[in-house]
């Protein structure tokens, strides 16, 4: 999972993508709207956490703007803002969920993961392919019942793949969602992951493939 952090403040940024980190989610953090609002339209994320009060304008409008658009990214507004008022009037600009900094980092990432377990969310609870089951919330995998070894790493590309059984994940598209914009990998990692992950499934029957698409990326489905 990548989110979107709009944050002027760099070290609460900062705090924010450790919590994340912690999470097991990669984040990109912006401290100004024009460029969180860029970001938007450029990557992809699947949620965001928003700031209302931005050095160039206010969260609102970045916000406006993106709903406006039909953009459906899940937002989370995190703001000192803690006023009555304020808390009437964000349900009206599109959020999803409204939380008061300072907050402890433990919820923040609790908080993430319960607004994309919503319908039209990122997460689901369960996927399942062949003999091959994920949690996706507790984070490990089983065969047949018995539970397969796999690196952080590892779960976070056999999700991306599972979601999109019978499809073609293109290379690119994991190494943005598994690296942010400031953990850019040196090498090469993904077809590691890929040979890693192949193996130990074959190693528990888990009953999937993972199709090499040259020059494109991977498709994986249950074996025939």
């Known amino acids: 999972m990548k989110i979107l952090i709009v944050e002027d403040e760099p070290e609460l940024a900062e705090l924010i993508r450790y919590a994340l980190r912690r999470a097991g989610m990669q984040s990109d953090a912006f401290g100004e709207a024009a460029a969180a609002e860029h970001a938007l339209r450029t990557g992809h994320y699947d949620a965001m956490l928003l700031d209302l009060g931005l050095p160039d304008g206010r969260g609102e409008t970045l916000l406006r703007r993106h709903r406006r658009t039909g953009g459906t990214t899940p937002v989370l507004i995190v703001t000192a803002t803690d006023a009555v008022q304020s808390r009437v009037d964000c349900p009206t600009l599109g959020p999803d969920d409204y939380l008061v900094k300072p907050c402890d980092r433990d919820e923040l990432g609790a908080r993430v993961r319960a607004l ?58 994991l190494e943005e969602k598994l690296y942010d914009a400031d953990n850019s990998p040196d090498s090469n990692p993904i077809p590691v992951h890929i040979h890693n992950l192949r193996r130990k499934l074959d190693q528990n029957d888990a009953g999937v493939e993972i199709h090499t698409i040259r020059g494109v990326g991977y498709l994986v489905h249950a074996r025939a």
């Not at 018995?146 to 059984?165: F, G, I, N, Q, Y």
């Open 116 to 173: 994309l377990r919503r319908p039209g969310g990122a997460l689901g609870t369960t996927l399942v392919l062949g003999r091959l089951e994920l949690d996706t919330i507790g984070r490990h995998a089983s065969s047949g019942g018995a539970p397969v070894a796999l690196s952080r790493r590892e779960l976070d590309v056999l999700e991306h793949l599972m979601r999109r059984a019978g499809r073609v994940v293109p290379k690119d598209l």
